[in-house]
């Protein structure tokens, strides 16, 4: 049984100011959205009573808090996002275009062939074939020769590598779902995206 310590705000905030931050900002769009988050975390610190909270409990607990705030800031930012998409789509002519490509995710997805090109050729190959070809998996591993596993292992590393590539490039943001709601081209530019 762990001791019972009563712990204050500062002492938390020194503790784990730091940490929750840059789990924070892996996950938001700038570094003030992220102090932000994390400011509303100490705030409910502050005013909720950490009396009898072993001190081994209270990371997990402020991890908890703080993943539950950025769920709720990417709620947020989704549902201002669209929002802001139907005004502007009341707004704008019928332009006869696909919907579905008028969104963040949509733009972005235009851009991905490059960063596809730039993969080693099995994986390139692979994610041709399955995500920007629509082809499935199982049919993707028979064109090719592969076992069912073998294409899927394939799809997931390649998957991997081209999402480092894409976010060495592009600050990219995303909802609870993991749905692209927004993204920006870095300032040291890397293609003709966005």
């Known amino acids: 049984m762990s001791e019972q310590i009563p712990i204050d705000s500062e002492a938390v905030w020194t503790a784990f100011h730091d940490q929750l931050f840059g789990f924070v900002r892996r996950r938001v769009a700038s570094d003030d959205d992220a102090e932000d988050i994390v400011q509303d975390v100490f705030a409910r610190v502050h005013s909720r009573p950490t009396q009898g ?11 908890q808090i703080t993943r539950n705030l950025v769920v709720d800031h990417h709620r947020a ?18 332009s006869g275009d696909d919907p579905m490509l008028d969104d963040a995710s949509g733009e972005l997805s235009r851009c991905l062939r490059p960063f596809v090109e730039q993969l080693p050729e099995r994986y390139a190959q692979a994610l041709s074939l399955v995500d920007l070809g629509g082809m499935s998996q199982a049919d993707a591993a028979r064109r090719l020769g592969l076992s069912a596993s073998g294409m899927k292992s394939r799809v997931q590393r390649g998957r991997a590598q081209l999402r480092s590539l894409v976010l060495a490039c592009c600050d990219v943001q995303l909802d609870a779902r993991r749905r692209v709601v927004d993204y920006r081209r870095r300032a040291s530019g890397c293609g003709d995206c966005g």
């Open 53 to 63: 909270v072993g001190i081994k409990q209270i990371g997990a607990w402020l991890f």
């Open 77 to 94: 930012r989704a549902k201002a996002g669209r929002i802001e998409s139907a005004l502007e789509r009341q707004s704008e002519p019928d």
